[in-house]
């Protein structure tokens, strides 16, 4: 079965910075994973997700992150923090059925 | 388009009370899921409907759960004889198919906040 770890529970960026939060994948295989978003009292909402067809993938509000095999990772990324992008961010793999949400990223943007 | 809906948003139940959670999928949406957002956590699955089959009920934390599908549309949630421990956020999401491709994607409702007193 897949598992992720997201190393950090929670980050603190001022606005205007570089956003950089990390996946590690544990997998033998090519894993379809996927990152989301949550906003306080909101539904969840998909920023990206790895197909397998570019390592590199862009995601919605500036959103990317890369797919790195050799490290067995999908970091999240955006060039310049929004006070709008303060929520739970979630990297989520998918086995069989199921999608397995961990305990998130909690992002603070500092004004 | 109209997204996943659900109904109520907040539900407060007594100890021992029967509780029933609506969802509306997205139109046309084969696949729906349950799962459960206890507060600080993330989601856990609850369970999985393909059309009005439940193909996946092992994350049903006990037969006090229970779910259905009937038309393969609209989907229930019904806890009976709620504990406080159920007290949490109930998410609904669907999916075009869920089987058919690897990277379809979720899409989450607003959620039901169940709080038990």
């Known amino acids: 079965a897949q598992s992720v770890t997201q190393l950090d529970s929670h980050v603190s960026v001022s606005e205007g910075t570089p956003v950089l939060l990390r996946c590690n994948y544990s997998?033998?295989?090519?894993?379809?994973l996927f990152w989301y978003v949550q906003h306080p009292n909101k539904g969840l909402q998909l920023l990206l997700k790895?197909?397998?067809?570019?390592?590199l993938v862009k995601g919605i509000n500036g959103f990317e992150a890369e797919f790195k095999k050799s490290e067995t990772s999908f970091h999240l990324t955006k060039p310049s923090a929004h006070m709008s992008d303060a929520a739970e961010y979630f990297c989520?793999?998918?086995?069989?059925?199921?999608?397995?949400f961990g305990t998130g990223t909690s992002l603070t943007v500092i004004p | 388009g109209a997204g996943v809906s659900q109904s109520p948003r907040y539900k407060v139940a007594k100890r021992g009370q029967d509780v029933a959670l609506r969802c509306d999928p997205i139109s046309g949406h084969v696949s729906l899921f349950w799962y459960q957002q206890a507060l600080g956590q993330g989601p856990e699955f609850l369970t999985y409907?393909?059309?009005?089959?439940?193909?996946?009920k092992s994350g049903l934390p006990s037969d006090r759960f229970f779910a259905e599908r009937p038309e393969g549309s609209v989907s229930t949630l019904k806890i009976q004889r709620t504990q406080q421990e159920d007290s949490a956020v109930y998410l609904c999401?669907?999916?075009?198919?869920?089987?058919?491709?690897?990277?379809?994607?979720?899409?989450f409702g607003p959620g039901t906040r169940l709080t038990v007193l």
């Open positions: 989520v793999p998918r086995t069989g059925n199921q999608f397995y």
């Open positions: 997998s033998s295989y090519s894993p379809s």
């Open positions: 999401a669907s999916s075009t198919d869920f089987l058919a491709g690897a990277y379809n994607e979720q899409f």
């Open positions: 409907f393909q059309n009005e089959a439940q193909l996946d």
């Open positions: 790895y197909t397998s067809a570019a390592t």
